[in-house]
Each structure stands twice: as C-alpha cells, then as structure tokens.
C-alpha cells in the first residue's frame, strides 16, 4: 500500500514552503494540486511524477471534492506515494478534515504537512502585523460563507473588538461582511485591507474604511483570491510595506530557458520581489508543463521575456503554439 501526504504549499512566494513539503513533493509519483497553488513548485518532483489539476474557482471546479478523495484512495492503493497539494494550510479552510475522513474510512496511511496560511502570508508581505500590543489582542481567521455557497450570520463585530479580522475567500461576499460589521456597531471608519495575490510580484492592496471599501474595490482591478482584513492594526501599518520597496516588485518576467529549472535562479527573481513564470524550450523540455503553461499563461500575463540562454530565443520562436499562447 501506498501513502498519502495533505500538504500545505504556502502562500504565493515559492520559498513560503516548508522543508518537509519539499522533501515529500521529491518523493511523489503522483500530485494532486490546487488552483492558489503555485505552479513552479511543481518542478520540485521528479519527471515521471504524474501532476493532476484539481483546481476550484468561484464558478468552476475541475474535480469535485468526493472526486477528490476517491482518487487520493484509489492512487495510494496502487503502492504510490501521493501527494494533496492545497495552497495556503490544509487545515485552514482547505477541506482537509473531508479527506482525512475519506482516508481513514479506506484505511489508508496518511500524513498532513502544515503550510503557511494566507493571513499569515498576505498581511506580512503587506507591511500589516495581524497582532499589536496596543491595537489587537485576538485574531480571528473566518470565511464568509460555508458550503454550497450559504451565507454565515455570526457575529462579525466581535471579531474586530480589539482583535483583527481575517476573512478569506470575501470578496464576492465584500458588501455583506461590511453589513455585518456596521450592523454590529463597528464604526464606519474602522480600517480594512483587502490584498490581492498575497505574497505574489503582482500582490495588490487597498487599504480604507468600512464605509469605503465597496466603491473602492469596484473601481479597482483587484481580483480573487484576496485576503480582507479588518482592524485597528490596518492603520497602524507603513503606507509602503517591505516587500512593495523591494527592487523588482511589480514586474513580471517569463523566464525562457533550453535547461531544466534552477531554483536558484527563479529565487533570485521572486526573492527582489518579481513575479515569474518559467518555461522549458526544446525537445528535451519536460512535457508535462505545457498544459500547465498553457493554462497558467492563459489567466496570467507577462509582458517581459527573458531569454536565460542564446539558443532559448530560437527554441522559443520554433515553439510557436507556446510562443502563441503567451501573445
């Protein structure tokens, strides 16, 4: 029999994963990923691994959860090591306890390997620190709605009453978590964030009041995923955090390369605050990324192209499907 790992892949920032997810991601044959993952990690397996898109999005899912768990069985009793790759932490609003359960209704060995979660991630990377002597004494982590889409009605003001708030997967549910708060007396100038791609060269915030926030997010271009937080420690916070004044944040590189990654390079980039994505050119490229750089290319644009080697540029232009994707 095999083994299952419900792993954490932090938040965004490649180097946000832990040794442990790192080690097992080495061993896996089989990798079930999520969509707020992020996908250069999945150059960390070895090249016979199978890499399987399970990603959900507001108004699709590419595997249902039930799915899910049955193939996580039906892999690991074929004696492979497999490995549940969820963005952020499994625990934290990642449905781990679903497939825990499914797990050990199969009788089937399992692990869970912690991540970095995205309060943690996105308001850190924001220059925002979630507690504060003086300002916040409690954090509270919630989700705006629960399964099937049905709306929470818990008592939101107590969670910002000398605390802060962290409200993940909000921002279609934005107008009901401000309802919420001025209905349980909250004033109406109470700080909130809502950040963008946390932890991501292309991470984006806003930062206002409750009365605020919904016509300045409309008039944004702030997108899913986004982290909200609410509390006095949003005002507390510089205007320009430490990751936003690193060298290279904002730009956005497609990295091209005839050889297989080097993460000492890819973090030599992100590490100066960039975003990248990087793709293999040639024959001997690894196959199995170009679906996921079709599909990743397709929802995300980099306007900048680096060629790592000489011969990469020629590579590229010959690829011309990719070459197509990416314009």
């Known amino acids: 029999m095999g083994k299952v790992y419900l792993v954490g892949a932090g938040s965004g920032d490649p180097e946000l994963l832990t040794l442990k997810a790192l080690r097992v991601l ?34 699709c899912h ?33 449905r781990v306890a679903e497939e825990m359960t499914q797990l050990e209704k199969a009788e089937m060995a399992y692990e869970v390997v912690p991540g970095i979660t995205a309060a943690s991630a996105a308001s850190t990377y924001a220059g925002i620190s979630l507690t504060d002597r003086e300002a916040s004494s409690h954090v509270t982590l919630s989700t705006a ?13 107590s969670f910002v009453k000398h605390g802060t708030a962290c409200f993940y ?18 004033s109406s100038e109470m700080p909130i964030a809502v950040i963008s791609w946390g932890s991501y060269g292309r991470q984006k915030m806003i930062k206002s009041s409750l009365v605020r926030i919904e016509a300045e997010v409309a008039s944004s271009d702030l997108s899913n995923p986004a982290l909200i937080l609410v509390g006095e420690v949003v005002d507390r916070s ?25 993460f000492e390079v890819i973090t030599r980039f992100t590490g100066q605050g960039a ?5 293999q050119v040639g024959e001997n490229r690894d196959k199995r990324f170009d679906e996921i750089t079709n599909r990743y290319l397709n929802e995300q644009n ?3 192209i680096l060629f790592l080697e000489p011969e990469a540029k020629a590579l590229w232009e010959f690829q011309s499907e990719l070459k197509s994707i990416h314009a």
Not at 34 to 59: E, I, M, Q, W
Not at 275 to 279: G, L, R, S, T
């Open 26 to 59: 080495q061993q896996a044959d089989i990798v079930l990923y999520d969509r707020l993952v992020n996908p250069l990690l999945l150059y960390h397996t070895k090249r016979d691994a199978k890499l399987v898109f399970c990603g959900k999005s507001p108004d």
């Open 145 to 157: 709605h629960r399964k099937a889409g049905t709306l929470m009605e818990d008592d939101f003001a």
């Open 238 to 262: 510089s205007a320009a955090s430490w990751f936003t004044k690193l060298p290279l944040f904002g730009k956005r590189y497609l990295l091209i390369s005839k050889n297989p990654v080097d």
């Open 302 to 304: 980099y306007p900048e």
């Open 169 to 186: 997967m909000g921002m279609e549910n934005l107008s009901h978590i401000v309802h919420q708060l001025l209905a349980g007396g909250i």
């Open 275 to 279: 975003d990248v994505w990087f793709v």
């Open 62 to 94: 590419a595997m249902r959860q039930e799915m899910i768990g049955k193939r996580l069985v039906r892999e690991a009793e074929g004696n492979h090591v497999v490995v549940r790759l969820k963005g952020g932490d499994p625990g934290i609003f990642g």
